[in-house]
């Protein structure tokens, strides 16, 4: 999956795109390098961000999502509100990525469930603005994974099929340096829920904080270590910035796993 944030201020590629065509022209580029899903978001959901209202959301991704699906990408709207998943969808997105697991939006449930669409549940604590206080834990992959599997049954009691669901740690959502590496670690726990597991490590502050690289778009070598780990671990889908790098490190590795 990559990542195409068409937003002013994403914690590393914010602001990246001057105008829609080249951000149309990122996602093909993505999907040549080998991405199977283009991942849309038109809102930071770094630490401390403030939200965007939809209607500013779905102006920034819709021509976007609209020309690549009309170009026969399978692309996926990162959103957590539901006015914006169903611009996304009318306009051709095919998945919902929700950072808040269907928890922020109380009509996100039923209109996915209505339009039979994939999701994904991502873990969290609090909002964006608030999730760093929310960083505590005592055993983290088990309250994680209690707490996705509470989204998970509220998500289905909402009539969405289980085959629909794609499970995601949240990797620095409300999660410390340490708790996201032993997250990664114990990430067999999350994966005993049944669902596929998507990942998204790239260029997160837990690498930064290991490697000392301050700057974001220079945590490459750091994402791909543990993009590897997290395959390794259980992954199913690796959410990324650098596609074409993360594609050729997948190949080598699924050689040499056989
Ligand atoms: N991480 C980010 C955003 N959306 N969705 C899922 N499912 N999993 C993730 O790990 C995830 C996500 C944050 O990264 P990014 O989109 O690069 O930055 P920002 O939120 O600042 O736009």
């Known amino acids: 999956m ?4 068409v937003t002013p201020d994403s914690f590393s590629d914010g602001g990246t795109y001057p105008s829609v065509q080249t951000a149309i022209a990122a996602g093909h580029a993505m999907a040549q390098a080998g991405a199977d899903i283009i ?3 038109g809102e930071s959901t770094r630490p401390g961000a403030t939200p965007t209202p939809p209607e500013e959301e779905i102006r920034r991704t819709l021509p976007v999502i609209r020309a690549l699906a009309e170009a026969g990408l399978r692309v996926s709207i990162d959103t957590r509100n539901a006015a914006t998943m169903a611009a996304a969808l009318d306009a051709g997105a095919a998945i919902v990525n929700d950072v808040s697991a269907l928890a922020h939006d109380p009509e996100a449930a039923t209109l996915i469930a209505a339009r039979r669409v994939p999701v994904i549940l991502m873990h969290m604590r609090g909002t964006p603005a608030t999730m760093a206080a929310h960083a505590h834990y005592t055993d983290i992959a088990a309250e994680v994974a209690a707490e996705l599997a509470a989204r998970m049954a509220a998500a ?3 009539g969405i099929a289980p085959e629909a669901i794609c499970l995601d740690p949240g990797i620095g959502f409300a999660k410390r340096p340490e708790h996201s590496i032993e997250l990664l670690r114990r990430l067999p726990e999350i994966a005993a829920l049944g669902c596929p597991l998507l990942v998204g490590v790239s260029r997160k502050g837990f690498i930064g904080r290991i490697s000392g690289v301050a700057t974001p778009a220079d945590r490459l070598a750091g994402s791909l270590a543990a993009a590897l780990f997290a ?9 990324v910035h650098d596609v074409a790098e993360t594609a050729q490190a997948v190949r080598i ?4 796993r056989g």
Do not use: C
């Open 2 to 5: 990559g990542i195409l944030n």
């Open 39 to 41: 991942d849309v978001g």
């Open 156 to 158: 289905i009691a909402a």
């Open 231 to 239: 395959l390794w671990r259980g992954a199913a889908i690796l959410r």
């Open 253 to 256: 590795w699924q050689a040499l």
